[in-house]
């Protein structure tokens, strides 16, 4: 009997893990996981790839266009922006900004959201009422506009958009994490752990999250990518860090404003800034395919 | 639904508004920064700028301030916006109408739109077609309306300048509107050309507003109405001879659009929140743009007034949902 | 001479899934205008494939290997799609299995019980009303204005399988396909429902091919019977025929299994085992008579 209940558990936690192994298999994730890894790297070593310096500005080289177009200036291969600054060299130093924001952003929405999810799936009474509250006033809100106005009040530059990403989107997770904490717990290998005398705490940390844990590593994903695109709106909005430095967002306010005149400083931050989130979507819906087939959204 | 539970929908409505006013004006007011100090000369003494604080009730303790503002509420008095100098109420008024065009227009784009693919793809099912219209529908669930809207701004700026990036009426138009509802006013007063104008503004917004929430439907409807497809009684009807365009459109489509239903109004709940941002990138005089204004300038009024119509749109927009949904279930409606 | 209203000549088909399965072997069967045919077999014996190939709906995963499947002397399995669908629910139309899923839980009942009669009589407005009216009449549901509005789940299973018999009789068809119209249902209204049937059979003069596993039923309302195991016909003839006088040991233990309305197989005594032998034996002969 003990020996049945002590089997259980175990099982069912390395069954998930062997499954890692499949991941591979399923293309989604490999092509936008290889994608995503390129961009990273790219990121990291930006001073060494970047062909020009992302903030120098030349005005004697301003608004060039980028390479195969006439008056295209040998080594700034996407052009050049209205203040002569490398549009190329902006995008490589960009992804730094973009991917760390989105990191630690989605990191600690991801923190926030999944310990309420996991508490109020895993203990539900007085804990699952509040947190379900709180999210319901927090879907009231407008998004972009919440972020807007946190961002506001706390004064534009980089913390200010992680804070206020965290701050916004923990509800993702904690609804599907709750729900999921919700169908783990009355599965058998639960009740197994249970009846050996595990603690309430124990079963919560050592037999629930490594079963919840596929589903939180997918939404990281998903959340990694609305990440990028709040911090482009908080900069196209003005209000990420400083006009000068390079982000995404910023460049491709900066091409609205010159689109008539420099097409090229709005389309390739773009499309840098549509290949990310689509890749990140990509690897977020791939991984939720190959770890969990039955997970709700 | 019955009468009852609207009142009490109606009423959860008015707490969670209460909850979503209080939050703001809490975080508006613990945080640093005077939004005096911002509209004020730099020459002005610091009793002028005690005069202007007690002016706009900025000197009462925190409480006060908010049951004021309560009380003022329900006076309908919104205050005066500190950065336009105006009525926050009118100045809502003469926006919102704008943003409701636009989400309006938009709506209408999504359901057709997302209404016209979901159904073709069910006509289309196991052809090499179905397999292209399913990856365009991907990326279109993809990727924001943020990104849309500016890859729609290049189409159109660059390629084919074929419609207005900006504003929402062609300054060369000299009508006199008596409402703010531009489209709706120049239809009634048949105004062909005012009206022309107005939709190709309208058209970029538009799109980009529409085009996720169209994929979106698409996706779910054509699902649900894949899985109407394989019941019985569409079985029987094409016994009886129906055209699978018909079967589609006549046996599936009311069983579908229940679930699908109660997704838009999700979905279109994240549009009103969407306008913000699109009415920004095609300065779009509606009240998503002012919003962001009111931010940047901390006009506290303003932020407050608009952060509330925002609120109360989601919670209408979710309770007509619902009735709707109602409506269309006939269990509910004789059962 | 008219040909019959059906023939089906030495029709087979197989699966595509299983490595080619036969699901049916060399089925021939005649049915003449307003005769009452039951098909008779367990799950799997092929009774609901040739009621699917009658009416044109077989699915993608079984293939027609040979055979000729004639409706009035027409072949069905090579008519253009266009005048298969133009007979589709004019001539040929179907009773199915479960009224709990066969009507279109949106729809009203009028709607759907004329719909029938709008595409292929062409019948409008109050003429339409009236004979949706007569035709609840006809098969004896009360209060038809109250029932015509109403939708599928404000009615009992009984009384939305009264209207499934009303709509398809109502475009006044040469053939009726009755898939097990009444395993769905209580035993009580299960008799009701047979002797409805075999009414509106009698009135319109309709020919009904009648599938079912259920001996019992075949014995109370049809005039011949066809008995099939995967996918081989057993035994065939006139209902007093095989009742009375079965010629194959198959037969005579599923009329000793006894009568039951509801659950086949589940009778007084069980078919022994050893015929199944007999019968997988004498498939394997065919078989192997049939490969080159």
């Not at chain 3, 080619?20 to 072997?25: D, F, I, N, Q, S």
Request: aromatic fraction near 6%; hydrophobic fraction near 50%.
């Amino acid at each position: 009997m003990a020996d049945v209940a002590v089997s259980a558990p175990v099982t069912v936690v390395n069954r998930r893990f062997r499954s890692l192994r499949p991941l591979l298999r399923e293309p989604r994730v490999v092509w936008a996981g290889g994608f995503l890894i390129a961009l990273a790297l790219v990121a990291i070593f930006a001073p060494w790839i970047a062909p020009k310096d992302p903030l120098e500005q030349d005005l004697m080289m301003a608004s060039l266009p980028p390479i195969g177009f006439e008056g295209y200036e040998p080594g700034y291969y996407l052009g050049t922006d209205d203040l002569g600054r490398d549009v190329l060299s902006r995008i490589i130093f960009g992804a730094r900004i973009a991917l760390t924001v989105s990191l630690v952003a989605a990191s600690l929405a991801g923190l926030i959201g999944s310990l309420l999810g996991l508490a109020s799936g895993w203990y539900r009474g007085w804990t699952d009422r509040i947190v379900s509250r709180l999210v319901d006033i927090w879907m009231s809100f407008p998004p972009v506009l919440l972020s807007v106005l946190l961002v506001a009040v706390m004064g534009a530059g980089l913390h200010s958009v992680i804070i206020a990403i965290a701050i916004i989107d923990w509800t993702r997770f904690s609804r599907v994490v709750r729900a999921e904490t919700l169908a783990q717990s009355s599965l058998d290998y639960v009740t197994a752990a249970e009846a050996i005398g595990f603690s309430r705490r124990h079963i919560l940390w050592r037999e629930i999250l490594p079963n919840v844990a596929p589903v939180i590593i997918a939404l990281l994903s998903l959340e990694m990518g609305i990440a990028v695109i709040v911090e482009a709106i908080l900069s196209f909005v003005g209000l990420s860090i400083s006009s000068d430095a390079p982000t995404w967002g910023g460049m491709v306010a900066q091409g609205r404003q010159v689109l008539h005149e420099s097409w090229w400083v709005l389309v390739f931050p773009l499309v840098t800034l549509f290949a990310t989130v689509l890749a990140f979507n990509l690897l977020g819906n791939g991984l939720r395919n190959a770890l969990d087939p039955v997970m709700r959204r | 639904m019955t009468l009852t539970s609207v009142f009490n929908r109606l009423a959860m409505a008015v707490l969670t508004l209460l909850g979503v006013g209080l939050v703001v004006f809490v975080l508006l007011r613990v945080v640093p920064g005077d939004p005096v100090a911002m509209m004020i000369s730099p020459s002005a003494t610091p009793a002028d700028i005690a005069a202007l604080r007690a002016h706009y009730g900025l000197d009462l303790p925190l409480a006060e301030q908010f049951f004021l503002w309560l009380r003022d509420l329900l006076h309908l008095d919104f205050g005066t916006s500190i950065s336009l100098r105006r009525g926050v109420l009118q100045l809502i008024g003469e926006r919102l109408p704008a943003t409701l065009e636009l989400t309006f227009a938009a709506l209408v784009f999504g359901i057709l739109a997302g209404g016209i693919v979901a159904v073709a793809g069910v006509l289309l099912r196991r052809t090499p077609l179905e397999a292209v219209m399913d990856f365009v529908n991907g990326l279109f669930l993809a990727v924001p309306d943020f990104v849309w809207a500016l890859a729609l701004v290049l189409l159109v700026g660059v390629l084919w300048p074929i419609f207005p990036l900006s504003g929402r009426l062609d300054p060369a138009l000299s009508t006199d509107f008596y409402t703010p509802f531009y489209l709706l006013e120049s239809l009634a007063r048949f105004n062909w050309t005012d009206v022309g104008d107005v939709l190709a503004h309208l058209v970029m917004p538009t799109l980009a507003l529409g085009l996720p929430l169209a994929a979106v439907i698409a996706r779910t409807l054509k699902e649900a109405l894949g899985e109407a497809m394989v019941q019985d009684y569409v079985l029987l009807a094409r016994l009886k001879g129906m055209s699978e365009t018909r079967l589609v459109l006549q046996e599936a489509l009311r069983n579908a659009v229940g679930p699908t239903l109660t997704l838009t109004g999700v979905q279109f709940t994240f549009m009103i929140g969407g306008t913000v941002i699109v009415e920004r990138i095609f300065a779009y005089p509606g009240i998503g743009n002012m919003a962001i204004d009111a931010v940047i300038n901390r006009d506290l009024p303003l932020i407050q007034g608009i952060v509330l119509v925002f609120g109360a749109l989601f919670i209408v927009i979710n309770i007509a949902v619902d009735l709707i949904a109602d409506r269309l279930n006939p269990r509910q409606l004789h059962g | 001479m008219t040909p019959p209203l059906v023939s089906i000549e030495a029709l087979s088909a197989s699966s595509v899934r299983e490595g080619g399965t036969p699901v049916l072997r060399d089925v021939s069967l005649t049915l003449e205008r307003g005769e009452v045919r039951g098909l008779v077999g367990e799950s799997g014996a092929g009774k609901s494939t040739i009621a699917k190939a009658l009416l044109g709906i077989l699915p993608e995963t079984i293939r027609i290997t040979g055979g000729w499947l004639r409706f009035e002397g027409r072949d069905l399995l090579t008519m253009p799609s266009g005048e298969l669908r133009a007979m589709r629910g004019r001539d040929i139309t179907l009773i199915p299995q479960d009224p709990q899923t066969a009507l279109n839980p949106a729809r009203t009942i009028e709607a759907q019980l004329t719909d029938g009669l709008r595409m292929k009589l062409g019948l409008r407005g109050t003429a339409l009303h009236a004979r949706a009216i007569e035709l609840l009449e006809e098969v004896q549901i009360r209060e038809p204005d109250r029932v015509l509005r109403s939708y599928p789940h404000q009615l009992s299973g009984g009384m939305r399988q009264r209207i499934l018999i009303a709509a398809a009789f109502a475009p006044g068809p040469k053939l009726v396909v009755a898939d097990e119209p009444t395993t769905a249902l209580d035993v009580t209204v299960q008799k009701e429902i047979l002797r409805l049937m075999r009414r509106m059979q009698e009135r319109h003069g309709t020919a009904v091919i009648f599938v079912t596993h259920d001996l019992g039923v075949v014995a109370k309302v049809c005039d011949s019977v066809t008995l099939l195991y995967a996918g081989k016909v057993i035994e065939a003839g006139t209902t007093a025929d095989v009742i009375e006088r079965p010629q194959h040991a198959y037969t005579k233990a599923l009329i000793a299994a006894g009568p039951r309305y509801d659950r086949p197989g589940q009778g007084l005594e069980p078919v022994p085992e050893a015929i199944f032998r007999q019968l997988r034996a004498e498939l394997a002969g065919t078989a192997a008579k049939g490969a080159p």
